[in-house]
C-alpha cells in the first residue's frame, strides 16, 4: 500500500545571499532544493511537491516566505515540521510549522504581503552592508520620488512593471494598497504593501523611483508609463540585494503595515 | 634597468564571508590574494610584497585593516593606490591609500587596535545576522562576565588564551587596555582595546568568559586560568563570525574607544 500524504505549512526566512534563488533550479543551491533534500532525507520519499507563496530571485532575502509541501510518508505533519526545523541550513530558517488544510494554497490563502526595498544612498556603502541593501551614491529628490510613488497607488494594469517569464499569469492587473518611501539616516526603504505581485514587480518600481529622484526622468513620466503597459518604458531593475520579503498575512493574520525602523540587519 | 620600488598604505575593509581569511593561502580566496591579484593586474609585476597590521581567520570581518604593499613598478604610489581602490571587489572595500614612508610596518606602528566581537543572546538568531554575530540561546549571567573581564584588563601574560600557529612570538604578554560588555538590546558586545594580541585571543577569551556567563566555570577560573598560561584551561574559540576589527591606530590618530552604539551592520 502507497503511504498516505504528509500536508504541512512552513513559514521560512532565508537570506538570500547564498541561494539562487527560491524556486527549484538544476544543478544550483535554491531555498526549495533544500527543503525538497531535507524533506527526502527525513521521509525517505520521492514523492514531495512543493508551492511557494513567492518566487524570490537569487540575492533577495526573506523574512517571512510561506511553503506548502506534500510528501507521500507515513510520517505525521508534526514530526515533518519538526525534522525540517532541526535540518535548515544556517542561512534558512524555519519559523514555524503546521499541518496544511487539504485546499490551503500559499500563493492564492495570502491576503497581502509587504516587501521592503532597502537603498543606501551616500558617497559609500560599508562592506558588511552591501549584499543586503542597494549601495546609491548620487542625490536623490525624495519628494519627486514620493509624489511619482503615489500614482502607482491602487488598483492598476502593471504590465510595464513586470519583467516576462516562464509560466506567468495574463492577468497584470494588481493592487498596491500602499507604497511609503521611509527615509532612516542614510537608508531609503521603499515599503510596498499589495495582495500580489508581478515577477520582479517592486524591483521594476524601486528602478523607475530611482531615476526619477535622480532627476532622469519627469514625475509624470511615472503615470505614463503605468497607462502605457509598455515595460520598456519603465526603469531598469532595482538590484536583487536589497529586496526583503519581510511579512505575508494569511486569513485570520493582522494586517501588513509598513515598518517604523530601519531592519535590524 | 629594474623598475624601482612602489610602496602604498592601504586601509581596507571587508566582509570575511566568503573569505577563507586575510593571508595569503594557495587555492582559495583570500583578502591579500585579492590584493595581490589586483597589484599584478595593474603593474603586471611578479615583485609584489604584501604586510597586513592583523591576520583575521575565515569569516571575520575588518571594518579597518591596515596593509602595506610593495611592488617593483615605474607607477606612482598614488596612481597605484586609485587603481586598487577601484578594482576592489563589491565584499572588500579600499577605505584609503597613501605612500608609505620607508620604515611604515603596519604591525609594529599599531599603537592600538580595537575589535568588538557581536553575540545574539536570544531563543533564536534571525538568519540575515548570522554571518555577523555569534548566536547563543541560553541565559548568560551578564554582571559574572563583567567581572571575569576585569581580571584581563592590563598587562598579563596571555599564553593560555593563544591558540598556537606557525610563526607565531615567542613573546606571550601583551596589554589590554580596556574589556567592556556592552548590552544592545539582545545583541552583547564584547569591546576589547589592547595594543597587540595574540593568535586568537579574542575569540579564545570571549568563549571563555561565555562559559562563566552560563556557570560552567567560577569568575575566579578567569584569573586562575590566565596564571596558568595553560591553554587547555581556557574555553574553546567563539565562533569566527562575530569578531569584527573595527580600529587601528597609528601615531597621529585618536585613541580607540569602545562603541556607544552597536554596530549597524
Not at 520521492?46 to 509541501?69: F, K, N, P
Not at 499589495?194 to 511615472?222: D, H, W
Amino acid at each position: 500500500m502507497a503511504d498516505p500524504l504528509t500536508s504541512v505549512v512552513l513559514r521560512l526566512a532565508y537570506d538570500g545571499t547564498a541561494f539562487h534563488g527560491f524556486a527549484e533550479s538544476e544543478g544550483v543551491r535554491t531555498v526549495c532544493g533544500e527543503v525538497r533534500a531535507a524533506a527526502a532525507r527525513v521521509t525517505r520519499s520521492e514523492e514531495i511537491s512543493i508551492r511557494g507563496a513567492s518566487r524570490t530571485d537569487t540575492g533577495v532575502h526573506a523574512l517571512d516566505q510561506c511553503l506548502r509541501l506534500d510528501v507521500a510518508s507515513d510520517l505525521g505533519a508534526q514530526e515533518l515540521g519538526r525534522a525540517l526545523t532541526s535540518l535548515a541550513p544556517d542561512d534558512l530558517e524555519v519559523l514555524s510549522h503546521r499541518p496544511a488544510e487539504p485546499d490551503f494554497d500559499p500563493v492564492r490563502g495570502a491576503i497581502e504581503k509587504l516587501y521592503v526595498y532597502r537603498l543606501w544612498n551616500a558617497p559609500s556603502t560599508p562592506v558588511l552592508a552591501r549584499s543586503r541593501l542597494w549601495g546609491y551614491r548620487g542625490p536623490l529628490d525624495l519628494s519627486a520620488m514620493r509624489e511619482a510613488a503615489g500614482s502607482l497607488v491602487g488598483t492598476h494594469d502593471f504590465a510595464a512593471f513586470r519583467t516576462r517569464s516562464k509560466g506567468e499569469t495574463e492577468n497584470t492587473v494588481r493592487t498596491l494598497r500602499a507604497l511609503e518611501i521611509s527615509s532612516f539616516g542614510p537608508e531609503l526603504a521603499f515599503q510596498v504593501i499589495g495582495e500580489g505581485f508581478l515577477y520582479r514587480m517592486v524591483r521594476n518600481i524601486v528602478g523607475t523611483l530611482v531615476e526619477v529622484g535622480r532627476g532622469a526622468r519627469p514625475v509624470g513620466s511615472v503615470a505614463e508609463t503605468l497607462a502605457s503597459g509598455d515595460r520598456r518604458l519603465a526603469g531598469p531593475s532595482a538590484p536583487p540585494q536589497g529586496l526583503h520579503l519581510v511579512r505575508l498575512r494569511y486569513e485570520g493574520e493582522p494586517p501588513c503595515r509598513p515598518l517604523t525602523a530601519p531592519l535590524a540587519f
